[in-house]
């Protein structure tokens, strides 16, 4: 069996690869000459652990192959859609030309029988409305018409070859009737080494499939929303957060995954996708369902301007002037993705109070500079330390983590710390003699 790869980012890029590994033949295609070119010399167009070395591996075997031609993936039997689905400009639905542009694209060097399977994140309706356009397109035998499955991604940025090549279910919504049992056959072959190690395949309809990944960041938006809410009550109380959250997380109902008060979440998926969600209720007149899901958005941001006024009151009342050492900036660590990252929104906003910003991130400075280059990036953490009136660490990136409260507090101007992740021990850093704030925790 041969397979195809539709764009070639975090996604797709991955997704080509652990195919690859798995012995199938695949051929990984997108429009950016660029990207393809570096993905051809065997370098990622990104920072992804474990994806460089998985690359090298699956290159030297000729199991993989990268391409800006379409006619290219004309002889695979499944196609797999990884391209991206951003937040529409102007609006919070989702912007699905990319999905429109790669199917109009195929269309035309689809087999018949072949399968196109669906891992970009959609509003529900979409595989419906693709398979509509490849009819229309379609001028082979109708028995035979290439059939549309929706496979949604569960991919976390940090730990993407993990979760694709052992991901913790996999799902497949498929067409009713024979033609859906076909598709569900070829689908359990692609994913037959996966099933052999115990992973559960979930075979459903179309609209489910496309409603997993939603509802699954929906809920996982929630629950940070929700202990940042928390940490709201406990900063009015003087209550501790990091506290409150064992406390409840003990609960098997509820557990202690994603309840991190901290900034926020950011990142190219649960912002744009639990709006995308909602302007998609919207449209099916079910909008009053996902009302819920705007609190919890704004919640998020609400995190980000406490930082700041935070950062403000640490240095006694105005950040003009201040040295402001902002240690991260991807939206989490392992990533070097700064799409809506909170670390860098809030030091834009300081940069705009008249703050002297100088931003460290292990990975990400590159794309920080292309989006914000009016702010300064240093590669070296002890200098961007150097000097500073405030520390503010915003993506918990092991090597801040451990920094040493001592050494650390020889490097700056004066010792003021906020810990926009709740993940340092304040007790240490406060008997260091810095002035640490945590979010949703006690002075000092």
């Not at 980012?9 to 652990?18: D, E, F, K, N, R």
């Not at 406390?247 to 994603?258: C, L, M, Q, S, V």
């Not at 991130?361 to 989006?371: C, S």
């Not at 040493?404 to 490097?411: E, G, K, S």
């Amino acid at each position: 069996m041969k397979l195809s790869v539709i764009g070639t980012g975090y996604l797709g890029a991955v997704h080509a690869a652990a195919m690859a590994s798995l012995g199938f033949d695949v051929v990984g295609v997108d429009v950016d000459p660029g990207r393809i070119d570096r993905l051809r010399a065997g370098s990622a167009p990104f920072y992804e652990p474990e994806f460089d070395a998985l690359l090298a591996q699956v290159m030297a075997t000729g199991h993989l192959t990268w391409s800006v031609d379409y006619a290219d993936l004309a002889d695979a039997d499944v196609h797999f859609l990884c391209v991206g689905t951003p937040q529409r400009r102007g609006s919070h639905a989702a912007d699905l030309r990319y999905v429109w542009d790669a199917v109009e694209a195929l269309i035309p060097h689809l087999r018949p029988d072949s399968i196109l399977a669906g891992k970009s994140t959609v509003p529900v309706g979409t595989a419906e409305a693709i398979e509509g356009r490849i009819a229309h397109g379609w001028t082979g035998d109708a028995a035979h018409r290439p059939l549309v499955v929706w496979n949604p991604e569960f991919l976390r940025e940090g730990f993407a070859v993990e979760d694709t090549l052992r991901p913790d279910r996999i799902v497949v919504g498929v067409p009713a009737g024979p033609h859906g049992e076909r598709a569900a056959e070829v689908m359990r072959q692609v994913y037959a080494a996966q099933m052999a190690e115990g992973i559960p395949l979930l075979v459903t309809d179309r609209p489910t499939a496309e409603l997993v990944k939603v509802a699954a960041n929906a809920f996982l938006a929630t629950k940070i929303s929700f202990i940042n809410a928390m940490a709201e009550v406990c900063e009015a109380t003087g209550a501790d957060v990091v506290t409150l959250a064992d406390a409840i997380g003990y609960d098997a109902r509820i557990g202690r995954k994603f309840l991190g008060a901290g900034v926020g979440f950011g990142g190219g998926c649960l912002p744009k996708d639990i709006r995308a969600f909602s302007a998609r209720a919207g449209e099916l007149g079910v909008d009053q369902a996902l009302t819920f899901l705007r609190e919890v958005d704004d919640i998020n941001s609400r995190r980000r301007d406490r930082a700041v006024e935070t950062a403000r009151d640490l240095v006694g009342g105005s950040l003009r002037g201040q040295r402001v050492c902002v240690l991260g900036a991807a939206f989490k660590p392992n990533s070097d993705d700064v799409r809506d990252s909170p670390a860098l929104d809030i030091a834009a906003r300081i940069h705009n109070e008249g703050g002297q910003v100088v931003v460290h991130d292990p990975k990400a400075l590159a794309n920080d500079e292309a989006r914000f280059p009016s702010l300064r990036y240093e590669p070296e953490l002890r200098v961007s330390l150097g000097g500073a009136d405030v520390v503010l660490l915003l993506t918990e990136w092991q090597e801040y983590r451990d920094l040493d409260p001592v050494a650390t507090a020889d490097l700056v101007a004066a010792p003021r710390l906020l810990d926009g992740r709740n993940v340092l021990d304040s007790a240490a850093w406060r008997a260091a003699g810095w002035s640490f704030r945590g979010m949703g925790r006690e002075h000092g």
